[in-house]
């Protein structure tokens, strides 16, 4: 059985992402290290996801493939980097997002969000995949990513805490 971790480093190498946007994120922080220790990948901590949208715009004007990895907590705060960069000018973009504030959750103020987010991309008609395993993680990596570029806007994987 596949870590969850190298599931999704194995993926993100696999259809070459090789820009990467973070915000801290504690379950994320295996796989942030593993990015650090890459040197074909760069790796770009931010400390706003709607900072971390507009570079990751910038770096696939420049020619990089660029996913940000990050809490669903953040999705509202980028909502209209969202929008109004990276779906109006057709941008690809891989959003792998911890979802916070599901089933398990020990922090009660992650929970209205967590409810909330997927019908908040719903909303704004972003496709998502929540994976069950690290296997549907990888598969749905890839998947991600080719419908990203397909659709030209934002496409996510929400991991839900069970899943770690």
């Given amino acids: 059985m596949m870590d969850s971790s190298e599931a999704i480093y194995d993926a993100l190498k696999d259809i070459g992402i090789n820009f ?3 915000v801290p994120c504690v379950n994320l922080s295996k796989i942030l290290d593993m ?24 770096a696939y004007l420049g020619g990089k493939k660029p996913a940000i990895l990050m ?28 979802h916070r504030g599901t089933e398990g959750e020990n922090i009660c103020g992650q929970i209205p969000m967590g409810e909330s987010t997927p019908r908040i991309l719903e909303g704004m008609d972003f496709k998502f995949f929540k994976p069950g395993n690290p296997e549907g993680a990888y598969e749905d990596i890839m998947e991600a990513w080719d419908l990203s570029i397909s659709e ?13």
């Fill in 20 to 22: 990467i946007v973070s």
């Fill in 35 to 58: 990015l650090n220790e890459d040197d074909e990948i760069i790796h770009i901590p931010v400390t706003r996801e709607e900072e971390g949208i507009g570079i990751c715009a910038g």
């Fill in 152 to 164: 030209g806007r934002p496409v996510s994987v929400l991991l839900e805490i069970g899943y770690w």
């Fill in 71 to 98: 809490q669903n907590s953040g999705l509202g705060n980028s909502i209209n980097a969202l929008k109004s960069l990276t779906q109006l000018y057709g941008f690809p973009l891989l959003m792998i997002m911890s």
